[in-house]
């Protein structure tokens, strides 16, 4: 095991472990992607009746937002393996928060609206994982799992938070006053870490610097990858149906839960045990990550989500809905640690950023695709119900994707593994 990856490294004017990566990286993402469909949750129906406009505004205008999420996350990825994390991520990070504060402006237009969707998803990829994972695999040769797991823990403490946030500003300021506020934290702060903190170990930097000044990119490209490794497109695919699962529930837990019966209160609360499941399962995952191989474990919490999956969409009692999201909370806080985890086993290290990149985008592309889907049920039968056999298929597709996986290529301090077949 590396000693070197333990030890301190000058940042600044002081001294910086490595552990502040991952830690700062929560932080981030506390202030991350998953703001806005937390928002989009909470305010989206006082809103709509201000404007005077259908669900259907808001649903769509969220899967406007996540494509181009999609499309950032993988252009961050390409940028981050070129020129490090930070050029590019500040001013995609002052694009996502300042289209959140322009929301509070917003009139009756839903071009508009769009118009600002395509602000937000445009800069969401630098409070998306993708940089601050390839900082951590970069500094953690040893309990890089656990490392993962903090910093995504920030994407599940987001949504436990941010529900109780929005909707006591709702109370206080409004939702545009939510918005403003909101928008103001989710440029800030990630804006400062970025600028201040984070950075790539020395060594990586100099294999970055070497092969620019040499006229290349360091590492395999996207398009090498794609055709050399077969676990390229299972692990993509994998994500893009689960991710079409668990974010196509999350966004839109609410209005499903408030649609039985149940109490805005008690919703908002149903959709902060999704979040609160999904946070500890970060934290769970990054554990076992380190000690047992990843796509079983990630089979064995996929099974779980799909049992959570039915109980979510179809009980009508409300101790069942709190189940049903844990155990969806339960997948959305794995599916990240695994992909960023895999990818460092699976492919090299200098296309990390790249790679990461793309299945994210498919990781969001599958999140657009699971909100467009269950809306389009909605509209079509006037309820959910319809939706969980074939979203719980796509659970199965992407198990049966893990399952074929094979053996890791890469070792913890990125040498190659010998085939053994």
Same mark, same amino acid.
């Given at each position: ?45 006082? *809103? ?24 950032? %996350? ?17 001013? *995609? ?58 910093? *995504? ?85 994998? %994500? ?23 109490? #805005? ?105 699971? %909100?467009?889907?269950?809306? #389009? ?27 074929? *996986? ?16």
């Amino acid at each position: 095991m590396s000693t070197r990856s333990a030890t301190p490294t000058s940042v600044g004017t002081g001294v910086l472990h490595r552990w502040w990566f991952p830690i700062t990286g929560f932080l981030t993402l506390l202030f991350g992607t998953s703001t806005v469909n937390v928002l989009i949750n909470v305010l989206g129906k006082p *809103m709509a009746e201000e404007l005077g406009w259908e669900r259907s505004v808001l649903t769509n205008g969220l899967s406007v937002q996540t494509v181009f999420i999609g499309i950032s %996350i993988v252009a961050l990825g390409v940028l981050v393996d070129r020129f490090g994390p930070r050029k590019p991520s500040v001013p *995609m990070v002052l694009a996502f928060g300042g289209g959140l504060m322009l929301l509070s402006t917003l009139g009756d237009s839903p071009t508009l609206f769009f118009a600002l969707c395509v602000l937000i998803g445009a800069g969401a990829g630098a409070v998306n994982p993708v940089a601050h994972a390839t900082v951590v695999s970069a500094w953690f040769r040893d309990r890089r799992g656990i490392a993962l797991g903090v910093m *995504m823990a920030g994407l599940g403490a987001c949504g436990v938070l941010m529900p109780f946030l929005a909707n006591g500003l709702l109370g206080l300021v409004g939702w545009r006053g939510a918005f403003l506020v909101i928008g103001a934290l989710c440029t800030v702060i990630p804006a400062s870490v970025y600028a201040f903190v984070t950075r790539m170990p020395p060594e990586h930097e100099a294999e970055r610097l070497a092969a620019r000044r040499a006229g290349r990119v360091a590492g395999e490209s996207l398009w090498t990858v794609a055709r050399s490794y077969r676990q390229f497109w299972l692990l993509a695919i994998a %994500i893009f149906l689960v991710s079409s699962a668990t974010f196509g529930l999350m966004a839109q837990v609410v209005p499903m839960s408030t649609d039985k019966g149940v109490a #805005q209160p008690t919703a908002v609360a149903v959709l902060s045990a999704v979040s609160l499941a999904s946070l500890a399962a970060r934290l769970l995952v990054g554990y076992l990550l380190d000690r047992f191989f990843a796509p079983l474990i990630a089979t064995a919490i996929f099974a779980l989500t799909a049992v959570g999956v039915f109980l979510l969409i179809l009980s009508t009692q409300v101790g069942l809905l709190f189940l049903g999201a844990a155990l969806v909370g339960l997948g959305l806080g794995a599916e990240g640690d695994v992909a960023a985890y895999m990818v460092s086993r699976y492919f090299p290290k200098h296309s990390y950023a790249r790679v990461l990149g793309f299945v994210y985008f498919l990781y969001a592309m599958g999140s657009a695709f699971g %909100i467009f889907l269950l809306g #389009q049920i909605y509209a079509a039968t006037g309820s959910y119900s319809a939706g969980a056999f074939p979203i719980v298929g796509l659970v199965a597709v992407s198990i049966a994707c893990l399952l074929f *996986m094979g053996p890791y290529r890469y070792s913890l301090d990125h040498s190659e593994v010998p085939a053994t077949d």
